[in-house]
T-cell receptor
Framework: NAGVMQNPRHLVRRRGQEARLRCSPM?????VYWYRQLPEEGLKFMVY????????ESGMPKERFSAEFPKEGPSILRIQQVVRGDSAAYFC??????????????FGNGTRLTVT | KQEVTQIPAALSVPEGENLVLNCSFT??????LQWFRQDPGKGLTSLLL?????REQTSGRLNASLDKSSGRSTLYIAASQPGDSATYLC??????????FGQGTTLQVKP
């Protein structure tokens, strides 16, 4: 039973380029969360998605960032026109939700984005 | 606005020692509280989940307690081992499952 799969593990982009981060949730999980961990900071919530719906995007920066979780395929976190401050580890987590909010979140190993 | 604080930020102990990590949160209206472990360059591993109606959970050498009214949780690690060296994160959950994390406690267990 594969865990939450994130790719790529490491991503290097130049300022102004686009970054696409992918997350495949655990089998049977239909809820996806994205978190960002800046250097020397804790994990910060970005967005919560269910299939084809954004439920809570209160942690997403207002510009350049978007997320989707289509009916088929992985969830995508997209960062347009990256800047050096976007350099961070981006983690995806998934849950089942059939036990309500008490379903534990399972995290992937993250994508480490470096903007040069 | 929910805020989660973990004390201490770092801890170094000799192997075999029992230790306690502390977590506090400002809003007691939580759904559950989770403790995670994060190894350098890796993702998060869930250690224990305590529902808001529970007082504690145990798994092996780990015991986590929850006092919702005072906004506190502790993670007790018995007979610590070098393999326990990692960053331990506390997170509280809203009813949507969204987690608010503390900054973590970085533990080093010396052989």
């Amino acid at each position: 039973n594969a865990g939450v799969m994130q790719n790529p593990r490491h991503l290097v982009r130049r300022r102004g380029q686009e970054a696409r981060l992918r997350c495949s949730p655990m089998k049977g999980h239909s809820h996806v969360y994205w978190y960002r961990q800046l250097p020397e900071e804790g994990l910060k919530f970005m967005v919560y998605l269910q299939k084809e719906n954004i439920i809570d995007e209160s942690g997403m920066p207002k510009e350049r960032f978007s997320a989707e979780f289509p009916k088929e395929g992985p969830s995508i976190l997209r960062i347009q026109q990256v800047v050096r401050g976007d350099s961070a580890a981006y983690f995806c987590a998934s849950s089942r939700k059939d036990r309500g909010a008490n379903s534990p979140l399972h995290f992937g190993n993250g994508t480490r984005l470096t903007v040069t | 606005k929910q805020e989660v604080t973990q004390i201490p930020a770092a801890l170094s102990v000799p192997e075999g020692e029992n230790l306690v990590l502390n977590c506090s949160f400002t809003d007691s209206a939580i759904y559950n509280l989770q403790w995670f472990r994060q190894d350098p360059g890796k993702g998060l591993t869930s250690l224990l989940l305590i529902q808001s109606s529970q007082r504690e959970q145990t798994s092996g050498r780990l015991n986590a307690s929850l006092d919702k009214s005072s906004g506190r949780s502790t993670l007790y690690i018995a007979a610590s081992q070098p393999g326990d060296s990692a960053t331990y994160l506390c997170a509280v959950s809203s009813n949507t499952g969204k987690l608010i994390f503390g900054q973590g406690t970085t533990l080093q267990v010396k052989p």
